[in-house]
């Protein structure tokens, strides 16, 4: 059996440290695998205090329909209050905080999923001592 990360070229790199990742792999096994430090984590925008967001799955390495992205928030932080038309599918790896709709809140932790209905106002917040990580499920969208 294969680890997770490791290479089937003859390289001393694994896979996801090539930069060729990202180039399409014609003729060849498509599935990708590298590490989420790879990709850049940038400030996740205007509304948003202590959160970044690192693109992992997008439309440039071929995935067609959904981005999946991974949010790091330091304690204190929060991201805008907000809605859109599309749907928000999370699931909270590290650390704990609270997801706030109106004049609701529901607390999550480790382990939990989170969904969010399209149009509903929504605002995720690290109440924690430590950082945050979630991985959230979007289609993509213009």
């Known amino acids: 059996m294969v680890k997770?990360?490791?290479?089937?070229?003859?390289?001393?790199?694994?896979?996801?440290?090539?930069?060729?990742?990202?180039?399409?792999?014609?003729?060849?096994?498509?599935t990708?695998?590298?590490?989420?430090?790879?990709?850049?984590?940038?400030?996740?925008?205007?509304?948003?205090?202590?959160l970044k967001v690192r693109w992992l799955i997008t439309k440039d390495i071929g995935a067609p329909n959904f981005a999946m992205r991974l949010f790091e928030m330091k304690p204190g932080g929060y991201s805008p209050l907000h809605s859109h038309d599309w749907e928000h599918e999370v699931f909270i790896l590290e650390g704990e905080g609270s997801v706030v709709g109106g004049s609701e809140q529901r607390r999550f932790k480790p382990g939990d999923a989170v969904f969010i209905p399209s149009n509903e106002k929504h605002q995720f917040r690290n109440t924690g001592k430590k950082l945050l990580k979630f991985l959230c499920l979007v289609p993509h969208h213009e």
């Open 4 to 30: 997770a990360g490791s290479s089937f070229q003859n390289s001393e790199k694994p896979i996801y440290r090539l930069r060729e990742y990202f180039l399409p792999l014609r003729g060849r096994f498509q």
């Open 32 to 50: 990708r695998v590298f590490h989420c430090a790879d990709v850049e984590a940038k400030d996740a925008g205007e509304g948003a205090f202590k």
